[in-house]
């Protein structure tokens, strides 16, 4: 036993370069194929149960027109082969994180195609000694053994259609040859009614993809907070450390400075987080309003004056009167998000903001720097969750990588569109479009 168990794992084993790397495009894949593996081996463990009372049941309608050997020798394959594939998933379930999910799949797959063509030779074995209506409430019988093969195959669509495929291929086939009048007809709503089941599974499989996904965002949401709160924490405990052993006035200032810099880094990322999460839970506030688009913008950028010229860098303004509708608190968080990052990216030059109404009547908000600029595969990588581009050399504090995803999420919610221009080394433009204000708000 333990030489066969030693020989599938070599059969199973992961190439660990490949798939230990989350980075790689394919790991979603992966790790979806892994969660489908290990829900159906969780199902097979119960099958062989669930065959006895199926076995049994139609013994009890085929006895004893059909001959007792017969029904032996086919009781015996399928259930031997339930057996099968139960074992197979007793050995798979404690060593599925180290197998090869693809292969662990695909034996899967042909282990369900063994065992749909073992109910569905029940159908090629017994209906030609049956009467009509036996023949009848078998045929029932095996197209919902296909339907529950949905459930039983756990949103894995190539299983379904293994199993189910040879389930009603074996229905099917005899059933025209005894009633040849409307062979046609039952061939062609046994298709329908297979391609059906294939939907269904699809359907199931999409929503295990966003489940897996969303667990793995979760994950990489926690593991990067996590760093980057550590980082924060640990420089406030150095500080402390600082005041404890040197509790000169100059020192305490200093560090008091420090310790204030860092609280409102954390407080920052804090609400960032929080506000991520009510946008992408639908329950991020907002009220319509008309306002000044260019009086809102005008006051943003006196807040970052003394920020700027810290930089050696000028704020310069083109800022036409613009009136839009929407959420004032979110279009001032856009904004003060898109200067914030000019004058973190830019070492040297200006940051030039603009509104302008254009001739469809939308209002464009403008930022433009004259910073280090932004390569064309990063542009749309930049508006992700937690990606972060090197600051200049004036600024060394990061942020979370949450400022991007915020603007693009609170400029979809209020049906605006963000677009960015950007050629490395000459900086960069961030746009985002307004739509016309709605003419029944005052």
Same mark, same amino acid.
């Given at each position: 036993?333990?030489?066969?168990?030693?020989?599938?794992?070599?059969?199973?084993?992961?190439?660990?370069?490949?798939?230990?790397?989350?980075?790689?495009?394919?790991?979603?894949?992966?790790?979806?194929?892994?969660?489908?593996?290990?829900?159906?081996?969780?199902?097979?463990?119960?099958?062989?149960?669930?065959?006895?009372?199926?076995?049994?049941?139609?013994?009890?309608?085929?006895?004893?027109?059909?001959?007792?050997?017969? $029904? +032996?020798?086919?009781?015996?394959? !399928? =259930?031997?082969?339930?057996? %099968?594939?139960?074992?197979?998933? /007793?050995? @798979? &379930?404690?060593?599925?994180?180290?197998?090869?999910?693809?292969?662990?799949?695909?034996?899967?797959?042909?282990?369900?195609?063994?065992?749909?063509?073992?109910?569905?030779?029940?159908?090629?074995?017994?209906?030609?000694?049956?009467?009509?209506?036996?023949?009848?409430?078998?045929?029932?019988?095996?197209?919902?053994?296909?339907?529950?093969?949905?459930?039983?195959?756990?949103?894995?669509?190539?299983?379904?259609?293994?199993?189910? $495929? +040879?389930?009603?291929?074996?229905? !099917? =086939?005899?059933?025209?040859? %005894?009633?040849?009048?409307?062979? /046609?007809? @039952? &061939?062609?709503?046994?298709?329908?009614?297979?391609?059906?089941?294939?939907?269904?599974?699809?359907?199931?499989?999409?929503?295990?993809?966003?489940?897996?996904?969303?667990?793995?965002?979760?994950?990489?949401?926690?593991?990067?907070?996590?760093?980057?709160?550590?980082?924060?924490?640990?420089?406030?405990?150095?500080?402390?450390?600082?005041?404890?052993?040197?509790?000169?006035?100059?020192?305490?200032?200093?560090?008091?400075?420090?310790?204030?810099?860092?609280?409102?880094?954390?407080?920052?990322?804090?609400?960032?987080?929080?506000?991520?999460?009510?946008?992408?839970?639908?329950?991020?506030?907002?009220?319509?309003?008309?306002?000044?688009?260019?009086?809102?913008?005008?006051?943003?950028?006196?807040?970052?004056?003394?920020?700027?010229?810290?930089?050696?860098?000028?704020?310069?303004?083109?800022?036409?009167?613009?009136?839009?509708?929407?959420?004032?608190?979110?279009?001032?968080?856009?904004?003060?998000?898109?200067?914030?990052?000019?004058?973190?990216?830019?070492?040297?030059?200006?940051?030039?903001?603009?509104?302008?109404?254009?001739?469809?009547?939308?209002?464009?908000?403008?930022?433009?720097?004259?910073?280090?600029?932004?390569?064309?595969?990063?542009?749309?990588?930049?508006?992700?969750?937690?990606?972060?581009?090197?600051?200049?050399?004036?600024?060394?504090?990061?942020?979370?990588?949450?400022?991007?995803?915020?603007?693009?999420?609170?400029?979809?919610?209020?049906?605006?569109?963000?677009?960015?221009?950007?050629?490395?080394?000459?900086?960069?433009?961030?746009?985002?479009?307004?739509?016309?204000?709605?003419?029944?708000?005052?």
């Amino acid at each position: 036993m333990h030489t066969v168990s030693h020989w599938l794992s070599s059969c199973f084993e992961p190439n660990h370069e490949h798939l230990t790397d989350r980075s790689h495009p394919s790991s979603l894949k992966h790790e979806m194929t892994r969660e489908v593996v290990t829900l159906h081996a969780r199902v097979l463990l119960h099958m062989p149960l669930v065959q006895l009372f199926f076995v049994g049941g139609l013994g009890w309608i085929v006895y004893p027109t059909v001959p007792l050997q017969t $029904f +032996l020798l086919w009781s015996a394959l !399928t =259930l031997g082969l339930e057996l %099968l594939r139960a074992t197979f998933a /007793w050995w @798979v &379930l404690p060593r599925v994180e180290k197998l090869r999910p693809n292969r662990l799949h695909a034996v899967f797959m042909a282990l369900d195609a063994l065992a749909g063509a073992s109910v569905g030779l029940s159908a090629v074995l017994f209906l030609p000694h049956l009467s009509f209506v036996s023949q009848a409430l078998i045929e029932i019988i095996l197209f919902s053994i296909a339907a529950a093969g949905v459930s039983v195959a756990v949103s894995s669509r190539y299983m379904t259609a293994a199993y189910s $495929f +040879l389930v009603l291929l074996g229905a !099917t =086939l005899p059933w025209t040859v %005894l009633h040849p009048d409307k062979h /046609w007809a @039952v &061939l062609g709503l046994t298709l329908i009614y297979w391609l059906f089941l294939i939907r269904v599974a699809g359907e199931s499989e999409q929503l295990l993809y966003r489940s897996v996904l969303i667990r793995q965002e979760r994950d990489r949401i926690i593991a990067t907070v996590s760093h980057d709160l550590r980082q924060p924490l640990h420089a406030l405990s150095l500080y402390g450390a600082v005041l404890v052993s040197h509790p000169s006035d100059r020192t305490l200032q200093e560090t008091r400075r420090n310790i204030d810099h860092i609280v409102r880094d954390l407080e920052k990322m804090l609400t960032d987080l929080l506000d991520l999460s009510k946008i992408s839970e639908g329950n991020y506030p907002t009220q319509q309003n008309l306002f000044s688009l260019d009086t809102m913008v005008a006051d943003i950028c006196a807040e970052f004056h003394s920020a700027a010229s810290a930089k050696g860098l000028e704020i310069r303004r083109t800022l036409a009167p613009v009136k839009i509708s929407g959420d004032k608190v979110a279009v001032a968080r856009i904004t003060r998000n898109l200067i914030d990052n000019a004058i973190k990216f830019t070492e040297q030059g200006e940051i030039h903001v603009t509104t302008s109404l254009m001739q469809e009547g939308d209002a464009l908000l403008d930022v433009t720097d004259t910073g280090k600029g932004i390569s064309d595969t990063e542009q749309e990588l930049i508006f992700r969750e937690f990606y972060q581009v090197t600051p200049s050399e004036g600024d060394q504090s990061q942020g979370a990588g949450l400022g991007l995803s915020i603007v693009r999420r609170l400029a979809k919610l209020m049906g605006a569109r963000i677009l960015v221009k950007s050629v490395l080394g000459q900086g960069s433009s961030f746009q985002v479009w307004f739509p016309p204000p709605n003419g029944n708000l005052q």
